[in-house]
């Protein structure tokens, strides 16, 4: 059975998570806490860069999100997550991209100050949320007038940037200015996968108790 090593309240862990389920396929669901956890010698036999999320198919492992949806899609291709047209592929890959090397840093910012309150310097902040905006700004001109970046057809572009987006309120960012991505995100939201993923109010409290180490 497939086993995910993972941390509940993670963008990069749930999103394996509702791909799995998205799936429907059998695994076992392994919680890491990370104040020491992915520090055990036999975690780091795992991934020896000691971070979540891990899947682990039998013999084989795989480490980095976007590289565990790839093999699940390869090895479980129905129902597929990624479409075989040239221009709708390149739509999802450009919004998996953008979310993980534009968005998740902006929000890896705002977590620190909301979540543990680390003093940022106003300028950052600023300038953060600029860079957010340009992003919601780009999502919502692919998005158009589809329900999904690809169209009519659900992908890993919702998996991974709708493990982020529709929590944006949480940092004080409105998405009333971009009424698409409003209204993906509230279909996205009524999914199972979304409600079942969805971390508890004391699974962030825990979080926040316990400073993630390195």
């Not at 970046?149 to 940037?161: D, L, Q, R």
């Not at 698409?180 to 079942?196: I, K, V």
């Amino acid at each position: 059975m497939l086993k995910l090593y993972h941390l509940p309240i993670s963008f990069n862990s749930r999103r394996v998570w509702i791909a799995l389920l998205e799936k429907g396929l059998e695994f076992e669901l392994i919680p890491l806490r990370l104040d020491g956890d992915q520090l055990q010698p036999e975690f780091l036999a795992l991934n020896p860069f000691h971070r979540i999320p891990v899947l682990v198919d039998g013999d084989f492992t795989v480490i980095e999100s976007l590289a565990i949806l790839d093999y699940l899609e390869a090895k479980y291709p129905t129902p597929a997550l990624l479409p075989a047209d040239p221009r709708s592929l390149a739509k999802v890959k450009m919004v998996e991209m953008v979310t993980l090397t534009e968005l998740i840093p902006q929000i890896t910012l705002f977590s620190r100050q909301s979540l543990w309150g680390t003093d940022i310097d106003a300028s950052q902040l600023a300038a953060a949320k600029e860079r957010t905006a340009t992003v919601l700004r780009f999502f919502e001109s692919l998005l158009g007038d589809n329900p999904y970046f690809a169209g009519e057809m659900f992908t890993s572009a919702e998996i991974v940037a709708g493990t982020i987006v529709p929590l944006l309120h949480y940092f004080q960012i409105d998405l009333s200015d971009y009424p698409r991505l409003s209204r993906w995100s509230e279909g996205l939201l009524q999914r199972e996968s979304w409600r079942s993923t969805a971390p508890t109010p004391e699974q962030i409290e825990e979080f926040k108790a316990t400073r993630p180490t390195t």
